[in-house]
């Protein structure tokens, strides 16, 4: 069923309720001793519409589900369905053409089987929408008496419609909340797969990562599936280079913003140091690679290394650090700034100089605060995947030279996940497992991160 | 002595001063002009447009404690900020006239403003010790002036700073602890004994107590009469109560004006000027 219809249907029906409690309302406030309401008309019209629209908009989300599986069972049940092949993708591709025929949204057949069956779907669909939108009228109707038989002189509209948008508030953040678990329902469940083939101490603590996706998917080689490299390779081009970058240039960019820079420069530069943050990272990932890594492998070549990578840890860690500074130079700025004035006139008072007091007094005191939002850079420059694997190639290496070709974490489940190996073969679980631990990693960092910053700002409120 | 912005170019000014003093038994010993440690003259002070202090001149004198009393917004704080240049740090402040220190012009433009302020130290309004230790919010200021060679030479000069603010005995046996860990007259002192620690000649004091109860307010009063007999204190006060007791020198501000300076006895005593009259005997300000 076109989704037109129900919405089309709520709004009708919830304006025409809308409308009628609202007549109704005007009708009791003439009435009323001193032409006053517990509520506003249009409270009542409120109250009337949302239990009209709600419900019937509810019930229209499940039948869309329901009415799937009662038109596939009508279907299946029908004479022309006994002539479909029993098993395989065959039967999926002609039920599914059938089905694509019927709504009108597949043109033309490929299969001749196809045209035969779309008639039972046809007429499935029609009957099953027709019930629908009975029982949705149905429900509506419900509704309605609901709302209608409570509207009086003295009814609290005004607290239920209250009431319902607060529902409607809480509901929308739940959403958020259970997306959330849902993925790491999902991460858990696909990663004890995981762990059921390969043993998480292999997985865990082995240095040689090589996932064969066309192996044997019974007989996993656990020696090919060590994630060390991977682990590594992460925290070298995340957290070692990208901070070798981001740490100082966003440190000092804060302290010039906060202790320097005139407030008509501040005005400007600082967001413009933060549209950096909203550069896509795609976007990065292609300055890294035509850019940055031919241009280190030049430097290489220039001073004497012999066959350097086009692609190096080097090159996704400089572009990430420079991606991550506006997180780290907006975070010291805070904290700089939240710096009670006081302790900059203590020092300054001493004759300390505008250097000594940010060396020795404000940036110790801000220190949490930039602790906290280097944590968080660093789980953001752990997770980023596009500059990595733009530019850092995805072969897995253990090594401490930047030059190298490294791969990362988050390269690997790109890798794995859009590679021709089926969704129960261990080199794709594996994508599972690897997304989990960064998942752990990421949501510690956060957690501790913001722990520390709480505990700053409390410091000095 | 009537001290209004009329009288306040006038040279002779601290020979006045002199004259009157040697005039009023009972008051402290004669003071010679080279006893004067810094003198102000003419200042107008300027935020952006607005003009907060209008051609005030008033002398600190070594050895003693100069309070500026006066209603809140009169400029007194801003003026005592003027005398270690922290205005600086507000960009539309700008400061005329002039103001010496032993004979030197501070806003001169060869003046080191790090120099000056280890010369003229400066407690605040409200406690500010650093978030470090106790023993390191002394030590800040020796550091970074390099007055102290070796460990030994540091721990002395935090302890004769400690002792000086009375503060030893109360913290010698926690010198590592947070300085913020302190009560707010321990912080309050802390910050005094810091500022002694670099050694300064003048003590400027923004309403060191108005955040402190009576019994850390009478500490430091003492600890300020302690120190009166080493440096050039000025200390700037809401309570007419505590300029009495403190201070040898009064400066009543009123609108950014000096309406009288004088001996505090004289002052409190026998106003020249009715608006001082007025403000002493409660009926404004």
């Given at each position: 069923?076109?989704?037109?219809?129900?919405?089309?249907?709520?709004?009708?029906?919830?304006?025409?309720?809308?409308?009628?409690?609202?007549?109704?309302?005007?009708?009791?406030?003439?009435?009323?001793?001193?032409?006053?309401?517990?509520?506003?008309?249009?409270?009542?019209?409120?109250?009337?519409?949302?239990?009209?629209?709600?419900?019937?908009?509810?019930?229209?989300?499940?039948?869309?589900?329901?009415?799937?599986?009662?038109?596939?069972?009508?279907?299946?049940?029908?004479?022309?369905?006994?002539?479909?092949?029993?098993?395989?993708?065959?039967?999926?591709?002609?039920?599914?053409?059938?089905?694509?025929?019927?709504?009108?949204?597949?043109?033309?057949?490929?299969?001749?089987?196809?045209?035969?069956?779309?008639?039972?779907?046809?007429?499935?669909?029609?009957?099953?929408?027709?019930?629908?939108?009975?029982?949705?009228?149905?429900?509506?109707?419900?509704?309605?008496?609901?709302?209608?038989?409570?509207?009086?002189?003295?009814?609290?509209?005004?607290?239920?419609?209250?009431?319902?948008?607060?529902?409607?508030?809480?509901?929308?953040?739940?959403?958020?909340?259970?997306?959330?678990?849902?993925?790491?329902?999902?991460?858990?469940?696909?990663?004890?797969?995981?762990?059921?083939?390969?043993?998480?101490?292999?997985?865990?603590?082995?240095?040689?990562?090589?996932?064969?996706?066309?192996?044997?998917?019974?007989?996993?080689?656990?020696?090919?599936?060590?994630?060390?490299?991977?682990?590594?390779?992460?925290?070298?081009?995340?957290?070692?280079?990208?901070?070798?970058?981001?740490?100082?240039?966003?440190?000092?960019?804060?302290?010039?913003?906060?202790?320097?820079?005139?407030?008509?420069?501040?005005?400007?530069?600082?967001?413009?140091?933060?549209?950096?943050?909203?550069?896509?990272?795609?976007?990065?990932?292609?300055?890294?690679?035509?850019?940055?890594?031919?241009?280190?492998?030049?430097?290489?070549?220039?001073?004497?290394?012999?066959?350097?990578?086009?692609?190096?840890?080097?090159?996704?860690?400089?572009?990430?650090?420079?991606?991550?500074?506006?997180?780290?130079?907006?975070?010291?700025?805070?904290?700089?700034?939240?710096?009670?004035?006081?302790?900059?006139?203590?020092?300054?008072?001493?004759?300390?100089?505008?250097?000594?007091?940010?060396?020795?007094?404000?940036?110790?005191?801000?220190?949490?605060?930039?602790?906290?939002?280097?944590?968080?850079?660093?789980?953001?420059?752990?997770?980023?995947?596009?500059?990595?694997?733009?530019?850092?190639?995805t072969a897995a290496s253990l090594s401490a030279n930047p030059l190298d070709s490294m791969t990362t974490v988050t390269v690997q489940i790109v890798a794995l996940l859009t590679g021709e190996g089926s969704f129960d073969h261990p080199a794709t679980l594996a994508a599972f497992a690897l997304g989990f631990v960064l998942f752990l990693v990421t949501l510690a960092l956060n957690f501790v991160a913001l722990?520390?910053?709480?505990?700053?700002?409390?410091?000095?409120? | 002595?009537?001290?209004?912005?009329?009288?306040?170019?006038?040279?002779?000014?601290?020979?006045?001063?002199?004259?009157?003093?040697?005039?009023?038994?009972?008051?402290?010993?004669?003071?010679?002009?080279?006893?004067?440690?810094?003198?102000?003259?003419?200042?107008?002070?300027?935020?952006?447009?607005?003009?907060?202090?209008?051609?005030?001149?008033?002398?600190?004198?070594?050895?003693?404690?100069?309070?500026?009393?006066?209603?809140?917004?009169?400029?007194?704080?801003?003026?005592?900020?003027?005398?270690?240049?922290?205005?600086?740090?507000?960009?539309?402040?700008?400061?005329?006239?002039?103001?010496?220190?032993?004979?030197?012009?501070?806003?001169?433009?060869?003046?080191?403003?790090?120099?000056?302020?280890?010369?003229?130290?400066?407690?605040?309004?409200?406690?500010?010790?650093?978030?470090?230790?106790?023993?390191?919010?002394?030590?800040?200021?020796?550091?970074?002036?390099?007055?102290?060679?070796?460990?030994?030479?540091?721990?002395?000069?935090?302890?004769?700073?400690?002792?000086?603010?009375?503060?030893?005995?109360?913290?010698?046996?926690?010198?590592?602890?947070?300085?913020?860990?302190?009560?707010?007259?321990?912080?309050?002192?802390?910050?005094?004994?810091?500022?002694?620690?670099?050694?300064?000649?003048?003590?400027?004091?923004?309403?060191?107590?108005?955040?402190?109860?009576?019994?850390?307010?009478?500490?430091?009063?003492?600890?300020?009469?302690?120190?009166?007999?080493?440096?050039?204190?000025?200390?700037?006060?809401?309570?007419?109560?505590?300029?009495?007791?403190?201070?040898?020198?009064?400066?009543?501000?009123?609108?950014?004006?000096?309406?009288?300076?004088?001996?505090?006895?004289?002052?409190?005593?026998?106003?020249?000027?009715?608006?001082?009259?007025?403000?002493?005997?409660?009926?404004?300000?």
């Amino acid at each position: 069923m076109s989704p037109a219809i129900p919405l089309l249907l709520a709004l009708g029906l919830g304006l025409a309720g809308w409308l009628v409690a609202r007549a109704r309302a005007w009708t009791f406030k003439r009435a009323a001793p001193h032409g006053r309401l517990a509520a506003l008309p249009k409270y009542h019209a409120w109250y009337a519409a949302l239990w009209i629209a709600v419900p019937l908009l509810l019930f229209f989300l499940v039948w869309d589900y329901a009415s799937g599986q009662l038109i596939m069972a009508h279907v299946l049940a029908s004479p022309e369905a006994a002539a479909l092949p029993k098993f395989g993708l065959r039967r999926a591709t002609i039920i599914n053409e059938a089905w694509g025929i019927a709504n009108g949204t597949t043109a033309r057949a490929l299969n001749e089987e196809s045209v035969a069956l779309a008639e039972p779907f046809r007429q499935a669909i029609s009957r099953y929408q027709l019930i629908g939108i009975g029982i949705g009228l149905l429900i509506a109707g419900a509704g309605a008496a609901w709302a209608f038989l409570r509207l009086k002189p003295d009814f609290a509209a005004r607290t239920k419609v209250e009431r319902l948008v607060l529902a409607a508030l809480l509901i929308a953040s739940l959403v958020a909340i259970l997306t959330t678990l849902g993925i790491f329902v999902t991460l858990v469940f696909e990663t004890f797969r995981f762990f059921g083939m390969i043993s998480p101490i292999d997985f865990l603590f082995g240095t040689q990562w090589n996932p064969d996706p066309m192996g044997n998917p019974n007989n996993p080689d656990p020696s090919r599936y060590g994630a060390i490299p991977l682990f590594w390779g992460t925290i070298f081009i995340g957290a070692i280079i990208a901070m070798i970058v981001a740490i100082p240039l966003g440190m000092m960019s804060a302290i010039y913003l906060t202790q320097y820079a005139k407030p008509g420069l501040r005005k400007w530069v600082k967001p413009a140091l933060e549209v950096l943050a909203g550069v896509p990272t795609v976007v990065y990932g292609y300055f890294a690679a035509l850019t940055v890594a031919p241009f280190i492998r030049d430097i290489a070549l220039a001073l004497g290394a012999s066959n350097p990578s086009s692609e190096s840890a080097l090159a996704a860690g400089l572009v990430m650090g420079v991606m991550i500074i506006p997180f780290v130079s907006s975070m010291a700025d805070d904290s700089i700034a939240a710096v009670p004035q006081a302790m900059r006139d203590g020092s300054l008072a001493m004759g300390a100089t505008a250097n000594e007091t940010i060396r020795r007094v404000l940036v110790p005191a801000a220190l949490p605060g930039i602790v906290g939002g280097v944590m968080l850079a660093v789980s953001r420059a752990i997770g980023e995947t596009m500059i990595v694997v733009m530019a850092a190639s995805t072969a897995a290496s253990l090594s401490a030279n930047p030059l190298d070709s490294m791969t990362t974490v988050t390269v690997q489940i790109v890798a794995l996940l859009t590679g021709e190996g089926s969704f129960d073969h261990p080199a794709t679980l594996a994508a599972f497992a690897l997304g989990f631990v960064l998942f752990l990693v990421t949501l510690a960092l956060n957690f501790v991160a913001l722990r520390v910053v709480k505990r700053f700002r409390e410091a000095y409120e | 002595m009537v001290m209004t912005e009329e009288t306040a170019a006038n040279p002779s000014f601290a020979e006045q001063a002199i004259e009157h003093n040697a005039n009023a038994p009972g008051l402290d010993e004669s003071v010679e002009p080279s006893d004067i440690k810094m003198r102000a003259r003419d200042v107008s002070i300027y935020y952006g447009a607005k003009k907060a202090i209008d051609e005030v001149s008033v002398d600190v004198f070594t050895e003693h404690v100069t309070a500026f009393i006066g209603p809140s917004g009169c400029g007194k704080s801003t003026f005592l900020r003027a005398l270690n240049r922290m205005n600086d740090t507000i960009p539309s402040a700008r400061v005329e006239g002039t103001i010496e220190l032993d004979g030197e012009d501070i806003y001169a433009s060869g003046m080191d403003v790090v120099q000056l302020r280890a010369r003229v130290g400066m407690v605040f309004q409200k406690p500010n010790p650093f978030p470090k230790s106790i023993y390191e919010n002394i030590a800040y200021g020796p550091r970074i002036h390099g007055l102290a060679e070796g460990k030994g030479e540091l721990d002395a000069i935090v302890e004769k700073s400690l002792r000086r603010a009375g503060l030893w005995d109360e913290v010698k046996d926690r010198l590592t602890d947070s300085g913020t860990a302190l009560s707010g007259g321990q912080q309050q002192r802390l910050c005094i004994a810091r500022a002694i620690a670099v050694d300064p000649e003048v003590i400027l004091m923004d309403e060191p107590c108005s955040a402190l109860d009576p019994i850390a307010t009478a500490k430091i009063e003492e600890l300020i009469d302690d120190l009166r007999g080493r440096y050039a204190i000025v200390i700037v006060t809401h309570s007419m109560q505590q300029a009495a007791r403190v201070s040898q020198r009064t400066a009543f501000f009123h609108l950014g004006h000096l309406v009288e300076y004088g001996h505090t006895s004289d002052i409190f005593t026998n106003p020249r000027e009715q608006r001082t009259q007025d403000y002493i005997t409660g009926r404004y300000g």
